[in-house]
């Protein structure tokens, strides 16, 4: 440990936090997840794996990442999910490798669901609502909340890989 008290460990917990948050923010303001954001994540983990503190099973993460990402392309084919949210969900496979997968996955299946429900209440309910002399249309709200648009899944995706993430051997178990 240096001086400061962050370890290698932490830091690259960080970046991966920040990227997670960089991917939900974007997807919940422009509904896209750019692809340097999930690169970014999947470059993390080849870049930093090396130099952690227990040794990787290479094939459980890239079979993990390999596994959902032919998963998830049947739902992209059939529009059911957006090419951002398949690229994320495949780069946080990289970091749970099939240890933690079925964990990931289950948390971001919970969070989305409570996520679509969420914004289906919120958009019926501000559907025809007055805010001072204005009348709530598609006009004065964000496009997050118009009835109509698709649920940005990111913003369920990024706290479901902080948690798990947050248990990950490679980068020294934070809360675990």
């Known amino acids: 440990m240096n001086g400061f008290g962050i370890t290698l460990p932490y830091a690259v917990f960080v970046a991966y936090c920040m990227l997670l948050v960089a991917a939900a923010a974007f997807d919940t303001w422009k509904f896209i997840v750019p692809n340097r954001v999930s690169f970014g994540l999947a470059g993390l983990f080849l870049i930093s794996a090396p130099f952690l503190p227990l040794p990787v099973d290479w094939l459980s993460h890239l079979g993990a990442a390999g596994a959902v990402l032919a998963v998830c392309f049947v739902p992209f084919a059939m529009g059911r999910l957006g090419g951002g949210d398949v690229k994320l969900v495949t780069a946080v ?47 004065v709200l964000p496009r997050v909340l118009r009835i109509g648009e698709s649920v940005p899944y990111a913003l369920a995706i990024a706290p479901a890989a902080i948690l798990v993430g947050g248990l990950l051997p490679v980068v020294g178990r934070p809360w675990a």
């Open 93 to 139: 496979s990289l970091w749970t490798g099939f240890e933690y997968l079925l964990e990931f996955l289950v948390y971001a299946s919970l969070a989305g669901g409570i996520l679509a429900l969420v914004l289906v209440l919120i958009r019926r309910l501000l559907k025809g609502r007055p805010i001072g002399q204005v009348g709530v249309d598609d006009q």
